[in-house]
């Protein structure tokens, strides 16, 4: 059974960086697509970047794009959220999900999570963006 747990969370001032990271156990990430979410109070789950495992495809939302990476590191079984330019409406609890196989689109992950079956949720690091 796969396990997913999420660090790296903080509070950071605009323009800051942060580095997530989502350590696996139980399974190797290597078989999984990942996904990223967040969830700010009183607003809905967003997904923010979804990640196959098998052709290289990476979503990213309108409101993260280039400003964030995602990346993953086999030997630690990890994948890692590099986000940049940081704005305070990005703060929000991350979560990172996975799931194997993934029968659609990127894009469709995050999108429409509903559609999926997650393997797999992480129990969430806090992202604080204010100064």
């Known amino acids: 059974q796969l396990q997913l747990v999420e660090s790296g969370g903080g509070l950071v001032q605009p323009g800051g960086s942060l580095r997530l990271s989502c350590a696996a156990s139980?399974?190797?990430?290597?078989?999984?697509?990942i996904g990223w979410f967040r969830q700010a109070p009183g607003k809905e789950r967003e997904g923010i970047s979804c990640?196959?495992?098998?052709?290289?495809?990476?979503y990213y939302s309108d409101s993260v794009k280039g400003r964030l990476i995602v990346s993953r590191d086999h030997a630690k079984n990890t994948v890692y959220l590099q986000m940049s330019s940081l704005k305070p409406e990005d703060t929000a609890v991350y979560y990172c999900?996975?799931?194997?196989?993934?029968?659609?689109?990127?894009?469709?992950?995050?999108?429409?999570?509903?559609?999926?079956?997650?393997?797999?949720w992480g129990q969430g690091t806090q992202v604080t963006v204010s100064s």
């Open positions: 999900v996975a799931t194997s196989p993934l029968r659609t689109t990127v894009q469709t992950m995050c999108t429409m999570p509903w559609r999926i079956e997650f393997s797999s």
């Open positions: 139980g399974l190797s990430l290597e078989y999984f697509a």
């Open positions: 990640a196959s495992s098998t052709d290289g495809s990476t």
